[in-house]
């Protein structure tokens, strides 16, 4: 399933310009999908029409024309920017001679390209095996049963109902393997809510620049590139805001207008991380004329994933292309609701940390604590959480230690060690809360 050519396949583009919004398709967006994946446009054929066709989804006139391309030209493969039937692919491919694949074969190639981690590859081959079940008799259309009585029946059905059971057989065996995997991510889950950590997932449409900002902010390497489903799988980081408040900052899969519904499933277990998350930032790229539309398409998704009451703050990326300067715009009760930046160019990301420090923000304990030799273990752990600020031994050799540090991990530290709260400063007069505003 995941073969891929060496080198860019010829294509020809064909897009039909349908009446219907519900079924309208961009065809710059198109263009991007087709060089993600790797081919080589080689024309674009374009129609309008009120309703496609039943047997070409094109008119017979402009399957002529593009019969008449392929076979001057050399064409390997045909793209369409829209959802065909099975009986259309079918019909097509026998008109054409070659290879037809539809909007949704496209994207399933694309992210079967993109997959690196050993739950993405699974979880696009199920997407991928779902999607071929349905157009399995296209490759054993010469072995069809032919009529007639005893000795007259053909191979055709027992090879169909052979591989749609192995079919059956790899679908059950991922769905298996992807079981184990969610109960991972579950468990990951469950132990980022025992730390009280928050988690921020970074959502928005395919090639917004959500990766870069995770970058930006995170000082990581995720992979970045300018196309269309750059990133499959999610990557965690965490984010410190100031000395005593962090959260846990996670880059998830882009969105696209009309993404199949065996993706949406497939990546299901990974698309709960959004769902589960504390906050979404919603990285929208400012320069598209789209963006309208892409916001609408983004929370489309979230509400199929159960995500659309999740909090949501809005990141208007890529200013710099609008030499526009960064700030935050507000609600009439003063809560952010649009946070404008430039990622790639480092602008504005000072705005954007203030803003997640000011819904985010822990109160910061400060004071003195003495601990015995015996203690060297709880030394140890406040070092890791960077908490103690200076340190100086007494004449019984305990260790004084000025500290500082959040709420929340001090209350996890006195759990977890079993500690006495009262007798663990020194002078409680000394033990001070910094208020957060």
């Not at 298996?176 to 988690?199: C, N, Y």
């Not at 900002?213 to 990581?220: D, E, G, K, R, V």
Request: glycine letters at 6%; one cysteine or more; aromatic letters at 6%.
């Amino acid at each position: 399933m995941f073969d891929r050519p060496g080198s860019g396949e010829r294509a020809i583009l064909i897009h039909v310009d349908i009446h219907d919004e519900s079924r309208r398709e961009h065809l710059g967006e198109f263009r991007e999908l087709a060089a993600s994946a790797g081919a080589e446009s080689i024309a674009e054929f374009t129609s309008s029409c009120q309703k496609p066709n039943a047997k070409l989804f094109v008119g017979s006139g402009k399957a002529e024309e593009i019969k008449a391309f392929i076979e001057a030209n050399g064409i390997e493969l045909v793209l369409f920017n829209h959802a065909l039937s099975p009986s259309q692919e079918r019909n097509l491919e026998a008109t054409f001679k070659c290879r037809v694949l539809d909007r949704t074969g496209l994207i399933l190639d694309i992210f079967a390209q993109r997959a690196r981690s050993f739950e993405g590859k699974l979880q696009v081959e199920l997407a991928q095996l779902k999607h071929l079940s349905t157009r399995l008799i296209r490759g054993w259309t010469h072995l069809e049963r032919q009529k007639g009585g005893i000795g007259l029946r053909g191979p055709g059905e027992t090879q169909l109902e052979t591989d749609r059971r192995l079919l059956a057989q790899r679908i059950k065996q991922i769905n298996r393997r992807l079981e184990k995997v969610r109960s991972q991510r579950q468990q990951g889950r469950q132990s980022r809510k025992k730390a009280e950590t928050p988690t921020i997932a970074l959502v928005g449409y395919t090639n917004a620049g959500k990766s870069t900002l995770f970058n930006a902010l995170t000082q990581s390497g995720v992979y970045v590139q300018d196309q269309l489903f750059a990133t499959l799988d999610p990557t965690f980081r965490k984010l410190k805001l100031d000395d005593a408040s962090s959260v846990i900052l996670a880059d998830t899969v882009g969105f696209i207008r009309h993404l199949p519904h065996d993706l949406v499933d497939a990546f299901r277990s990974t698309l709960l991380e959004t769902k589960e998350a504390d906050l979404l930032l919603h990285v929208i790229d400012a320069a598209d004329d789209n963006r309208l539309h892409n916001i609408e398409q983004v929370n489309q998704v979230l509400a199929d994933i159960g995500a659309e009451e999740v909090p949501q703050i809005q990141v208007m990326n890529k200013i710099d292309l609008l030499d526009l300067d960064p700030w935050v715009d507000r609600d009439e009760l003063g809560e952010v609701k649009r946070s404008w930046l430039s990622a790639e160019k480092n602008r504005g990301l000072d705005l954007l940390k203030e803003v997640l420090l000011e819904r985010f923000r822990q109160d910061l304990i400060q004071g003195e604590i003495c601990l015995t030799p015996a203690q060297s273990r709880l030394r140890a752990l406040l070092f890791k959480l960077g908490a103690i600020k200076s340190e100086r031994n007494d004449e019984l050799g305990n260790s004084l230690i000025n500290l500082s540090i959040s709420r929340r991990d001090l209350n996890q530290l006195v759990s977890r060690e079993s500690l006495d709260l009262d007798l663990l400063f020194t002078d409680k007069s000394l033990a001070t809360v910094v208020q957060r505003p």
